[in-house]
């Protein structure tokens, strides 16, 4: 059997600052979840889940179980450190003390991470299109409370701007809320647009002052054998990526 494969940031983040995202290789679920899915709201077996959850936790030799997210495409960010048991509903978490990990499932949405440059907070955040627009990004970074400019922030794996699909009504959502928006959505030929949610996530931390960021290039949609993919599959499972501070 495979062991888990995972992608860590490359990122300047400070040493005590672990940080990585799954892939969907290396788990024990079956088709269509194939194979560490470690979501267990999408139909998986749950021991399955529970299984890959356990490898996840030894192969990384993680703190602590992850705060696992209700996530709701909203904008509620929560303290990892007191919420690790409780599955609240929000789409992001953060620490401030070590041994608290926390994590977001994706399959398409992109995950955001982000520590400050002293490496004393971190924050995981899920950013689909309604959680990106309606402000994630600028309630994880209100919740770590440090200016802008001294955080690192990285885009892991999402739907890539060749992919992403959306109505009008998605660019009028963004463009709302700033103009400068537009230069994310191209027309295609079925009079919708292509969206680049990597762009849309780096303008929203530009706006923060959040200006070091990383990252962004992995399309889940294109790599199949990696990454699993909601747009692409369906039914399918999901990828966490983690971000916590070590024990020093």
């Known amino acids: ?85 409780d599955r609240p509903q929000a789409d992001g978490a953060f620490a401030t003390v070590p041994g608290a990990v926390c994590a977001v499932l994706t399959a398409d949405c992109l995950p955001v991470l982000l520590c400050d440059r002293d490496g004393t907070r971190v924050a995981a955040l899920h950013a689909g299109w309604r959680g990106l627009s309606s402000g994630v990004i600028e309630a994880g970074v209100r919740a770590l409370d440090v200016a802008g400019g001294e955080l690192l922030a990285w885009l892991g794996p999402a739907i890539g701007p060749l992919a992403f699909e959306v109505g009008a009504e998605v660019r009028a959502a963004f463009v709302a809320g700033d103009p400068a928006a537009a230069s994310a959505f191209q027309p295609d030929r079925s009079g919708k647009f292509l969206a680049d949610i990597y762009l849309l996530a780096r303008q929203r931390l530009a706006g923060l002052g959040v200006t070091a960021v990383y990252g962004g290039g992995l399309c889940t949609v294109a790599d199949r054998d990696r990454f699993y993919s909601y747009r692409r599959d369906g039914v399918t499972g999901r990828m966490a990526s983690l971000i916590w501070l070590a024990r020093v």
């Open 1 to 85: 059997m495979a062991e888990p494969r995972f992608i860590t940031p490359d990122w300047p983040a400070p040493a005590n600052v672990r940080a990585c995202v799954t892939t969907r290789a290396g788990g024990v679920s079956r088709p269509p979840y194939a194979s560490f899915n470690l979501a267990a709201h999408v139909g998986d077996d749950p021991q399955a889940v529970a299984s890959n959850r356990a490898r996840l936790r030894a192969e990384l030799a993680l703190p602590g179980e992850p705060a696992w997210l209700t996530q709701v495409h909203g904008v509620g960010v929560v303290d990892a450190a007191a919420e690790a048991a």
